[in-house]
């Protein structure tokens, strides 16, 4: 049927999976550069929502039932918020700059409108 919305076998076939995983691998190179007193602070709740975007789309997909696919979406959507809250505050803490987080905040901005169009279109079916 055109226009039909099917779900990938795997979800390592996700581009927005991909672009998670694109995402967390940044995180974890830019955190390294905190201080050490942030390392079972700030940059364990930056690393831990990074790992979550690409681990809920997973989990998501995994389930095999669209309704909790889009519960999951809506989970790594909440984590790329929190993680975009948490990049604003190491750059006004100092801990990293504007210009080296640009990669960083130009994913979560592709991430928000690739998760809100593919929770919007599965929700729709």
């Not at 672009?19 to 942030?38: R, W």
């Not at 210009?99 to 079916?125: C, D, F, G, P, Y």
Request: glycine letters at 6%; aromatic letters at 6%; a positive charge.
């Amino acid at each position: 049927m055109v226009g039909e919305v099917t779900q990938p076998r795997d979800y390592r076939d996700l581009i927005v999976w991909k672009k998670g995983m694109t995402l967390a691998k940044q995180v974890y190179q830019i955190t390294q550069a905190f201080p050490e007193v942030e390392k079972f602070g700030l940059v364990s709740q930056m690393r831990r929502a990074a790992v979550s975007v690409p681990s809920n789309i997973a989990e998501g997909q995994a389930r095999n039932t669209t309704g909790e696919f889009v519960q999951f979406l809506s989970h790594a959507l909440g984590s790329v918020a929190e993680l975009h809250t948490q990049l604003l505050l190491s750059v006004e803490l100092g801990y990293c700059t504007q210009a080296n987080t640009e990669a960083v905040r130009t994913i979560i901005t592709e991430l928000r409108k690739m998760l809100t169009t593919l929770r919007k279109r599965l929700s729709e079916h």
